[in-house]
């Protein structure tokens, strides 16, 4: 596999499928050893988490759906610097009773019912791979409008829009170039629900810029809240949502 990067220069690396990363001899799809990441390729039929226990193919297979934690729980085990029970995350040990050391793999699942173009920007940058790099400083910072967030979110998220109390954006002279936005909890914490850039577009520095106006103008119009907090939802599952307030 071969990718250029910003800095015009060329890495040769091998991209495979691991068994050698994950508990119980489970397989990463495709797996980056020099950059340390793998990708899932997640089917939207094979690999729901669907109530029901038994669901038959069109060929009238047994299918067994995937757990609910399942997706989240191999993300955290890939992550992991030991070795954890896939089921319980609880850390494994060797029969010195020694915690089993292991490479940290950060884990980005795709799935087929994204889209093609979505699919392409994800991994693009998730290998840092962008068509062009601007600066924040050279931005400039404002409230971003309903009309060009939806607009934004709809080309570059893979899930869309996604309601928010307020965003702040960078701007080129005509365009909004990234942006963040918070909503509101139904408790006194606010979270971010988006921070994205144009298609394969690098701000540098861009999110520390927006990061810092939001926490400003939270702190300014909602003296009361109690918590700002910044995770990616992708891999949490609910009790996790619940446990972060």
Same mark, same amino acid.
């Given at each position: 596999?071969?990718y250029?990067?910003n800095?015009r220069k060329?890495?040769?690396?091998?991209?495979?499928?691991?068994?050698?990363i994950?508990?119980?001899?489970?397989?990463?799809d495709?797996?980056?050893?020099?950059?340390?990441?793998?990708?899932?390729i997640?089917?939207?039929?094979?690999?729901?988490?669907a109530?029901?226990?038994?669901?038959?193919?069109?060929k009238?297979y047994?299918f067994l759906?995937?757990?609910?934690t399942?997706?989240?729980?191999?993300?955290?085990?890939? &992550?992991?610097?030991?070795e954890?029970d896939?089921?319980? &995350?609880?850390p494994?040990?060797?029969?010195?009773?020694n915690?089993?050391?292991?490479?940290s793999?950060?884990?980005?699942?795709l799935?087929?019912?994204?889209?093609?173009?979505?699919l392409?920007?994800?991994?693009k940058a998730k290998?840092?791979?962008f068509?062009?790099?601007?600066?924040?400083?050279?931005?400039?910072?404002?409230?971003s409008s309903?009309?060009?967030e939806?607009? &934004?979110?709809?080309?570059?998220?893979v899930?869309?829009?996604?309601?928010a109390v307020?965003?702040f954006?960078?701007?080129?002279?005509?365009?909004?170039?990234?942006?963040?936005?918070?909503?509101r909890?139904?408790?006194?914490?606010?979270?971010?629900?988006?921070?994205?850039?144009y298609p394969?577009?690098?701000?540098?520095?861009?999110?520390?810029?927006?990061?810092?106006?939001?926490i400003?103008?939270?702190?300014?119009?909602y003296p009361?809240v109690?918590a700002i907090?910044?995770?990616?939802?992708t891999?949490?599952?609910p009790?996790?949502?619940?446990?972060?307030?």
């Open positions: 596999m071969t250029r990067t800095h060329d890495y040769h690396t091998e991209a495979a499928p691991s068994k050698d994950l508990p119980g001899k489970r397989e990463i495709i797996y980056i050893p020099f950059l340390h990441i793998g990708f899932e997640n089917g939207a039929y094979s690999h729901n988490s109530i029901s226990e038994v669901m038959y193919s069109s009238a047994r759906p995937k757990r609910q399942y997706h989240a729980n191999k993300t955290i085990c890939a &992550l992991s610097s030991y954890l896939f089921m319980s &995350l609880v494994l040990r060797d029969k010195e009773d915690l089993i050391s292991k490479e793999v950060k884990l980005y699942h799935w087929e019912h994204w889209g093609f173009q979505k392409k920007g994800v991994i290998l840092r791979v068509g062009s790099t601007v600066y924040a400083r050279s931005l400039n910072l404002r409230p309903f009309e060009e939806s607009d &934004l979110q709809d080309r570059s998220h899930l869309g829009h996604a309601r307020f965003g954006g960078l701007y080129t002279e005509y365009a909004l170039i990234t942006r963040i936005s918070f909503r909890s139904y408790r006194s914490a606010f979270y971010i629900s988006r921070n994205i850039s394969e577009t690098h701000v540098l520095g861009g999110f520390t810029r927006l990061h810092r106006a939001g400003k103008y939270i702190k300014s119009q009361e109690t907090i910044t995770f990616d939802v891999y949490l599952t009790d996790h949502f619940d446990s972060c307030y």
